[in-house]
């Protein structure tokens, strides 16, 4: 009989998700492009005929047709909801790809391509935006003395929200300081030129406590959780310390209760590793298996 070839390895014929979105995205384009004139078309036909007076008076007649004119539109425009979902997990993807794999290259080609055809741009500019910042702050972010290098870009991280505070420290030493709140860490530098140099360890936003409680209305307190971080924001107005406060206390908030998920999550999982039943030595030892095949089972219950 004649030998069968062996099974060819999975990498030889099994695409990555990125190169099957780019291979396909010319095509994606201009078809969905005919399909958003086809809309656009059917829409100004559509007003053409309600113009008419006669046309009109027909249609408000019929009550079911002027309740269903709008699910009709809303029928033939879903396409238009679902490309926006593709293209909000795509980038969600591509959040959380390095900057440094392969697949991230062909993410961003699909993405941009998607600009051209997807109508919801104002996603699509804060992804953008998002992408460029990261970049910028790979090459400009340093590290200062006593600071242990670390990497400021990792997947799924994005920059939120930064700006010039004082720090005041210990013995009311006053201290220029730019903040960048990135979604899961707070970190403290100072500009040197078009460097940041940070001048702290990163600090974890789940364990960071945020306190109103000093005297100066432009002041209030970032402490972490077991005391080793302790320091004093102070802003140029009561407004602006609000707008930190209540930024930095939502992505706490929501980094702790990612936490608690995951914690709860790790707690199940060892529940239902734990649930796998065990033979009591005073259990019943007809339930166990004959182990040895050959040799007689010798159960107590055995006459």
């Avoid at 099974?7 to 010319?26: N, Q, R, T």
């Avoid at 979604?183 to 940041?196: A, E, M």
């Avoid at 039943?277 to 339930?287: A, E, R, T, W």
Wanted: hydrophobic share 35%; proline share 5%.
């Amino acid at each position: 009989s004649s030998s069968s070839s062996p099974p060819l390895p999975v990498s030889c014929y099994v695409e990555s998700v990125a190169d099957i979105y780019h291979s396909k995205l010319a095509s994606l384009e201009q078809d969905f492009s005919q399909y958003l004139s086809n809309i656009d078309q059917a829409h100004r036909e559509v007003a053409v005929c309600f113009s008419n007076p006669q046309f009109n008076a027909v249609i408000h007649q019929s009550t079911s047709i002027v309740e269903n004119v709008q699910s009709i539109f809303s029928f033939i425009e879903v396409g238009k909801n679902y490309l926006s979902k593709v293209t909000k997990s795509i980038m969600g993807v591509s959040y959380f790809t390095p900057l440094s794999h392969g697949d991230h290259r062909y993410l961003t080609s699909v993405i941009q391509g998607l600009v051209r055809v997807c109508p919801n741009n104002d996603l699509i500019s804060k992804w953008n935006r998002d992408q460029e910042i990261m970049q910028t702050l790979q090459h400009c972010v340093s590290f200062g003395r006593g600071v242990k290098r670390f990497d400021v870009v990792v997947p799924g991280r994005v920059l939120l929200y930064e700006g010039e505070v004082t720090m005041v420290e210990k013995r009311k030493k006053k201290k220029k300081t730019w903040l960048l709140l990135f979604s899961d860490i707070l970190l403290l530098t100072q500009r040197q030129g078009k460097v940041l140099v940070a001048i702290h360890p990163p600090v974890l936003l789940q364990e960071l406590v945020i306190q109103d409680n000093c005297s100066d209305e432009t002041e209030f307190q970032l402490i972490t959780v077991d005391g080793t971080f302790i320091r004093t924001m102070k802003l140029r107005s009561g407004e602006e310390k609000g707008e930190w406060m209540n930024t930095l206390q939502q992505w706490v908030d929501s980094n702790q209760l990612q936490r608690r998920k995951e914690e709860r999550e790790e707690r199940d999982r060892e529940i239902e590793s734990s649930d796998t039943p065990v033979p009591s030595v005073n259990g019943d030892y007809q339930q166990l298996p004959n182990l040895f095949p050959g040799v007689p089972d010798l159960s107590l219950d055995q006459p």
